[in-house]
RNA sequence: GCUCGAGUGGCGGAAUUGGUAGACGCGCUGGAUUCAAAAUCCAGUUCUUUCGGGAGUGUGGGUUCGAUUCCCACCUCGAGUACCA
């Protein structure tokens, strides 16, 4: 009877899923372990191989855990917000929930055909109402709360508000906007609620603020940094400018040290945690205020309205991580955007200021990143006053000063820092050097250790830690400034100007955004008729008719309700600007939508407790599955996701929700497959293709063909290409040998380049089995590899030969005999090496193992149940449907597992006995067979011991024994 | 520029608390079977050789009885990040 893999595979892939074989139970006896997969976006190209690679090692795992005894939750879902379907709703008119639910149907089909434990009843969807009902209410959460950097964690907002009327604020030390100002209890109280609200807002973890986008007039709309090509949309090519709007964004800097912090407590790859530590970005150093000097400090005293000039003395700050150069300082910096640009400028210079700051304008945020080497800058006119040495330091400004980070401003120290010390070349500016023996007329000299502060008074003479340490004390001491850390995190903008993602649970009132009560969640999408931005530039969800919120009935209502929603000059929809029809209690809702990080923030926790219609998870349920065991998925995601996840975990762990503070305790990161396309040429001009030998000096144009076109020899179907290129129909074609051979690149896997490899045709004539177990033998799974179809056969034959194994011709020949010595001694050896493989996650060796026990056991003849049967159970994890079959021939009625084997459960069936090599100084001698668990005490005592070592030393004492257990014992003479 | 990772046959890749380098698979060569093909099975396959051997894990050094593995310098490729003060 031959290996009918489509038959069997379709019928276990059935009883699976009539069996509920995969369900996990919220309760057991077992211990518990969560395996989880990033959940895919459902796009419309459907899978390819590549896509799979993850799942495919996971399932083993997963699979593998159940046999050791383990509850497992393995769940999978769909990220299903997202850009492809509403920019394909954009072209079609088509609702992207459908086009959404279609592509998810397609997924399913695809991912069911590859026999995944998956269990599908807690499935979710991070575009169902009933799911981002709980995103919202997270949001709402985040609203309610504000950091308290003293208890260095998340509290409700009314703490704070009880704070604020009993004492102020002077004392409260929150992680809030930097614009605050003091105020005690009894101005507390003076404030009308809409001042209140306003102060509050600047301390939630959730607030409204303006932010700098890219915004295409052209296209009305925003585009994200990736989607600007030279300073132009990459869509149309039309011109994009910075512009500030307001958005929504969440505190997530607040968080920042103890998001790096907790890194040591995960196990991830370093070089994953080591990207998060610098986009953290943490520095230690100090913030120093420089003072306006002379004219300056006038000028800026003069024009400015009153009460900031009284307020206090107007300064620059700047933060440095080099305190202790201070007296390098021959100038200092500000970022073209700085505030205080205009107002300082004097009227010389102004001119030439404005032209500066325009120039860099036009200039995207990525323009200038990119643009490292050139060297611009203006003088502005005005000086500030050194903290120490009380004279002027000019004021220049240039843009490799960056407005976000730190205070837009820096002082520069040209011996100290290679940017400063190009731009004081570059403008003739002094570099006065404060370094004993060093030489800093042709470079900055970076080092800290090893080098002593020189002319800088109180400083010289000292080492760099030393200097360090006083002039913090000394800024601190003359109020010129103070310690500080500096992180690069910044907050994250939270809100798109998009249709297809979750609404924000937000209306207004008075221009004050305010919480729709979570009881009334979800607020769900509006329909709309155009998914485009309005004309007037507000976002898709302005073209909603019912989008507005009844206060009194507590539900969305029609637009119509509203008196007349105003913008500005700009065009822009001014919340302010929109008001109550005779406060009928209807108000506008928030147009924007959520990012596509908000819904996969927390998945990881609703899988826990899916369709619990009160709460996002139970208690109950999120105690006992606590976190992520094991996480699989792809490296992109290592500043995105993965970070905003943890985020969002220890917020809701500080206000109680959850038990842990880390989402995923275990992280490994698939490598990518890339597909291997295939090229024709095509001699320039005309419509001829070379085969590749023959291109020689020809001036040709590579096109890529598709890669069905093409052997496994690299011969080109030519009628088959003419058919599919209709346009090269009447081609000729140049061939070597009666052939068309094409070039071969290695891409990534993509439909435009028509290398795509569909696991829907592997499955069709490999079988799902042959395509789980060649997946994993490509090479190590966090490798980037290409696929490769010819050798797939490979790991097809070695199925064939499993199935054989218990066949005897056409029948099913498995006998209750005692098996060999042999044969039990290959099957624990294999049991041994795959169950360490597993644990240390090389899928591709375990494979290898297989193999190799299988000749073996075809070469012993073995065909005995004693290893035949649980051999079906240690190969289930990679082969489940073709194990299953076995299984169930053997006499089971029950699916594959180890409760007839118990001490498989713990570890391999019995010891192994490994032969050692004994070398003396180096020189092997004899080998000695030895169980593989000895200890090295015993496996010396045992050498030592053996009549051939006592004629190798012949009466002589070893002066030393090496032993490495499981490979060799040296003896040194 | 900085950070991290990787360089092993014709190819994908094994082997790292230092211990028989090239497991396993693809491909290739030869053989068996077959009228023939497919499929299957068996043998061989790092290079070199005067058949005794000799060389060999990117390059050059070092530590060691012993190095693909550890250390130093360099070369190449890949990934991430980027004027972070």
């Not at 990881?604 to 009160?614: E, I, Q, S, T, V």
Request: include cysteine; glycine fraction near 6%.
């Amino acid at each position: 009877m031959s290996y009918h893999f489509n038959k069997i595979e379709e019928k276990w892939q059935k009883y699976w899923a009539k069996n509920q074989t995969f369900q996990a139970k919220n309760d057991s006896d077992k211990p518990k372990y969560y395996v989880l997969d990033m959940f895919p976006y459902p796009s419309g190209a459907g899978l390819h191989v590549g896509h799979p690679l993850g799942y495919i090692a996971s399932d083993i795992y997963a699979r593998f855990k159940r046999h050791k005894g383990f509850n497992v939750l393995h769940p999978q879902g769909y990220d299903s917000f997202g850009l492809p379907a509403e920019q394909y709703a954009i072209q079609t008119g088509q609702h992207p929930a459908v086009t959404t639910e279609n592509n998810i149907a397609r997924y399913r089909e695809q991912l069911d055909k590859i026999g995944f434990s998956f269990d599908w009843s807690r499935e979710v969807r991070t575009s169902d109402p009933d799911y981002y009902k709980w995103t919202q209410w997270i949001f709402i959460q985040l609203f309610e709360s504000w950091y308290d950097l003293e208890a260095e964690k998340s509290r409700p907002i009314t703490e704070l508000e009880k704070t604020f009327s009993s004492e102020g604020n002077s004392r409260v030390n929150a992680a809030c906007d930097d614009d605050i100002e003091e105020f005690s209890a009894e101005d507390w109280k003076t404030y009308s609620e809409d001042e209140k609200e306003r102060i509050l807002l600047k301390y939630r973890l959730t607030y409204l603020a303006e932010a700098e986008v890219n915004w295409c007039p052209q296209l009305g709309t925003v585009l994200a940094n990736d989607e600007i090509v030279n300073g132009v949309s990459e869509r149309g090519g039309y011109p994009v400018v910075r512009k500030k709007m307001t958005q929504w964004s969440m505190r997530i800097s607040a968080f920042s040290e103890r998001l790096l912090q907790d890194l040591n407590k995960i196990d991830w790859t370093e070089s994953l945690k080591e990207s998060q530590r610098n986009w953290i970005g943490k520095s230690v150093g100090a913030m120093v205020h420089f003072n306006l000097y002379g004219e300056t400090l006038k000028q800026v005293q003069g024009d400015g309205p009153a009460e900031l000039v009284s307020a206090s003395q107007p300064k620059i700050s700047v933060f440095t991580t080099r305190p202790d150069t201070i007296f390098g300082v021959s100038f200092m910096t500000l970022a073209p955007e700085h505030d205080l640009v205009e107002k300082i400028t004097t009227e010389d210079q102004k001119a030439e200021v404005q032209a500066y700051i325009e120039a860099t304008a036009k200039r995207s945020e990525r323009e200038r990143m990119a643009d490292v080497k050139t060297i611009s800058g203006v003088f502005t006119g005005a000086y500030a006053e050194h903290p120490f040495t009380k004279e002027p330091v000019p004021i220049w400004i240039g843009d490799y000063v960056l407005a976000g980070y730190g205070t837009g401003a820096v002082m520069a120290v040209p011996c100290g820092d290679q940017r400063d010390h190009d731009f004081a070349r570059h403008f003739d500016l002094p570099i006065p050097n404060i370094f004993e023996n060093v030489d800093v007329s042709q470079e900055a000299y970076a080092g800290k250790e090893g080098t002593v502060i020189a002319n800088s008074d109180f400083l010289s003479g000292l080492k760099y830690k030393e200097a360090l340490q006083k002039v913090i004390l000394e800024l601190e001491k003359t109020g010129h400034g103070y310690g500080k850390t500096n992180y690069r995190l910044r907050d994250a903008v939270f809100s798109r100007q998009r249709y297809w993602g979750e609404p924000f649970p937000v209306y207004y009132v008075n221009g004050l955004p305010k919480m729709i009560d979570p009881k009334h969640l979800p607020l769900r999408l509006p329909e709309v008729e155009k998914y485009l931005p309005t004309e007037t530039g507000e976002p898709p969800l302005g073209n909603a008719s019912d989008w507005a919120w009844d206060t009194k009935n507590n539900k969305v209502v029609s637009n119509k309700m509203l008196k007349q929603v105003q913008h500005d000059e700009k065009g822009d929809v001014t919340p302010s600007g929109v008001e109550a029809h005779e406060d009928n209690g209807v108000y506008p809702l928030e147009l924007n939508t959520m990012p596509g990080w908000a819904g996969s923030s927390w998945y990881l926790f609703r899988y826990m407790d899916a369709g619990n219609p009160d709460k996002f998870v139970s208690e109950e349920a999120q105690k006992y599955w606590e976190n992520v065991d094991l996480y699989i998925g792809g490296s992109e995601h290592a500043t995105g996701h993965l970070l905003y996840s943890r985020f969002w975990t220890k917020f809701l762990h500080d206000r109680g929700y959850l038990t842990v503070e880390e989402p995923f305790k275990k992280l490994i990161n698939q490598g990518m497959i890339l597909g291997t396309s295939a090229f024709v040429y095509r001699l320039e001009g005309e419509n001829v293709f070379v085969s590749k030998n023959q291109i020689k000096g020809n001036n040709v144009q590579p096109i890529h063909a598709d890669v069905s076109l093409v052997n496994a020899s690299d011969e080109l179907d030519i009628e088959g290409f003419k058919k599919w290129r209709p346009e090269f129909a009447d081609a000729k074609f140049l061939t070597e040998d009666g052939k068309y051979i094409v070039g071969r690149e290695v891409e990534k896997m993509s439909k435009s380049k028509y290398n795509v490899v569909n696991p829907d045709d592997i499955c069709e004539d490999y079988g799902a089995d042959t395509l789980r177990m060649y997946e994993m033998f490509l090479g190590p799974l966090e490798q980037a590899k290409p696929w490769n179809t010819a050798g797939i056969t490979g790991v097809h034959n070695f199925l064939k030969k499993l199935w054989k194994l218990y066949h005897n011709g056409e029948e099913f020949a498995v006998s209750d005999d005692k098996a060999s010595a042999d044969s039990l001694k290959t099957f624990h050896k294999t049991i041994k090496k795959v169950t360490e493989d597993i644990e240390e996650f090389s899928f591709n060796t375990s494979v290898s193992t297989f193999m190799i026990c299988v000749n073996e056991l075809t070469a012993q003849r073995c065909n005995s149940r004693e290893v035949l049967e649980p051999l079906a159970v240690l190969i289930a994890p990679y082969a489940p449907h073709i194990a299953e079959e076995l299984w169930e021939k053997l006499g089971n009625s029950e699916s594959v597992s180890t409760a007839k084997y118990p001490e498989y459960q713990e570890k391999y069936l019995v010891e192994s006995k490994k032969n050692y090599p004994v070398s003396f100084n180096g020189k092997m001698r004899f080998t000695m067979e030895l169980p593989l668990d000895m200890s090295k005490d015993e496996i010396e005592k045992n050498v030592l011991e053996d009549e051939r070592t006592k004629n190798q030393l012949d009466g002589s004492t070893p002066k030393k024994v090496i032993v490495v257990p499981g490979k060799i014992v040296n003896i040194v003479v």
